[in-house]
């Protein structure tokens, strides 16, 4: 088992990554607060892996809650039905909820935790390669709204992290290659040496070799910690992990939440980005076109949905979070490793890129 720390002073917590994970009482035992505990997942992880936590929880109170799955259930709907149920079970202040499963269950489950009573804990166990790299680290939860995604929520630490990597066995391959454009994201924003990792690696990567697959979450993570320990509330360098996401967000408004997968989209965005800082003269077109390969290696799309043009990714794009003063606020590479937050980028740079 691999471990390492979000450094965030008393809210700091572990993330641990291995096998067999789930099997690991003490691991959940140290974070949980009291006996109750509410399971939240959803109805393609619960046949899977929910009665194995039960059992590892078996000297706690554990009660479940099974949510449809998909991006378009992450809604204050389903915020609601979840809030509803502890109420009515009483549950209390000394609860703590156990998010298992992909993005949408971490996000929804965490922001249930972030207001439930003004606050219990939560323990994050993602099951998918996104939600492992990504999501379940750093405190964000949010639900979708149809004006824009993530609009609502907060920023809400776990008390830990439990990553077992044997749940990517069970993962879809389309989740798998989705996940993958998150760990792309790391290597092209902030870390060159990962990058050239990931495309010496493709193909035990693709076969979910172990030491390579925890290699990979590890790294993810540790870059992803370091960033949040800077920068918890997304100020200033946290929003460098939005690589892609402007365009990736727009992506999956436009075409209807679930229709495309998170990852995919973020992957179109982060080559939109890419050729955008190519006609701001920020990176080299060698460069850009290594970033579109190793997307390619990992069967991930590149081009927007072919009827969608720069006026339907400008609607979406006025509404995301990183719009200050009017002005959108890219995050552009400036070499595969590096990049920078740029809000002078003109329509027509991105018309250029996009299509009118």
């Known amino acids: 088992m691999d471990k390492l720390a979000v450094q965030l002073g008393a809210r700091s917590y572990p993330i641990s990554i291995g096998e067999n994970l789930l099997s690991s009482a003490k691991l959940f035992e140290s974070a949980i607060v009291n006996k109750k505990v509410m399971i939240i997942t959803n109805n393609v992880v619960a046949p899977l892996y929910l009665q194995q936590c039960e059992k590892t929880l078996q000297n706690f109170q554990v009660e479940h809650i ?97 990553i077992d990597i044997n749940c990517l066995k069970t993962l879809p391959k389309r989740e798998f290659v989705a996940g993958m454009a998150e760990v792309i994201k790391y290597g092209v924003i902030y870390d060159r040496n990962f990058f050239d990792w990931l495309n010496d690696n493709v193909d035990d990567i693709k076969a979910l070799e172990a030491d390579k697959i925890t290699y990979m979450i590890k790294r993810c993570c540790a870059i992803k910690a370091e960033i949040v320990a800077q920068d918890e509330k997304e100020h200033g360098i946290r929003a460098l992990l939005n690589l892609g996401h402007t365009f990736g967000h727009a992506i999956e408004a436009e075409q209807g939440y679930g229709n495309w997968l998170h990852g995919e989209a973020v992957a179109v965005g982060i080559v939109i980005a890419a050729k955008i800082a190519l006609t701001k003269g920020l990176i080299e077109r060698e460069e850009v076109e290594q970033i579109m390969l190793l997307i390619d290696q990992f069967n991930l799309p590149s081009a927007p949905p072919e009827l969608m043009k720069y006026s339907h990714f400008a609607k979406h794009m006025q509404l995301d979070k990183k719009v200050l003063d009017g002005k959108i606020r890219l995050i552009l590479p400036t070499s595969i490793g590096t990049g920078d937050i740029f809000s002078d980028t003109s329509e027509a740079a991105m018309q250029s890129v996009i299509g009118l």
Do not use: W
């Open 66 to 162: 099974i949510l449809p799955d998909g991006e378009k259930y992450k809604t204050f709907k389903t915020f609601e039905a979840i809030l509803n149920t502890l109420l009515k079970k009483k549950y209390a202040r000394d609860t703590t909820i156990v998010a298992l499963g992909g993005g949408v269950i971490g996000d929804i489950a965490g922001f249930v935790a972030a207001c439930y009573q003004r606050g219990v804990a939560f323990i994050q166990v993602p099951t998918t390669v996104l939600a492992q790299v990504d999501s379940s680290v750093g405190g964000k939860t949010a639900v979708n709204h149809p004006l824009g995604k993530n609009m609502i929520g907060a920023f809400y630490q776990p008390q830990t992290v439990i």
